[in-house]
């Protein structure tokens, strides 16, 4: 950091992806906010606290949590809403499970293609995939983390 910085430093979309490339690997537990266990909230939860970004927590939620409440939790803990296909890499896709959105993933990028990291139940850990196929058509909505250049 040079002298004209300020004091303050600043965490880049690079930042996000390296943190959440971190998680890969981990357990996929429910309400899990750690390496024995992350679910896909917790996996952004951990992500934003390892970085210092915010210490917003949605502590407690059914295995299908409330919908409409899954979008507010993102705006509660300060994510800035972007149109989901100017989302970059770093931001945060709230996608649909059937209808609606219950699920999230970090966009990242792979060799130029757009891939997403999550806690999958399915799989029972963290893993980066492509964005697309099915993924593609879930994707509800998209969130720039507060405090990410």
Known sequence: MNSATSSLSLVT????VAA?????????RHQGRDRHGVDCVGLVRVVCRDLGLSDYDLAVYERRPDTTRFLRHFLAGGGIPVPVL????GDVLALKEQRFPCHCAF????HGVPHIIH???????????PLAGEWLAKRAAAFALPGVD
């Open 13 to 16: 979309r690079e930042d996000v």
């Open 20 to 28: 959440a490339r971190g998680w890969i690997g981990v357990p996929w």
């Open 86 to 89: 100017e989302a970059r890499p």
């Open 107 to 110: 966009l990242s990028e792979k």
């Open 119 to 129: 806690a999958l139940a399915p799989l029972r850990r963290v893993v980066e995939e």
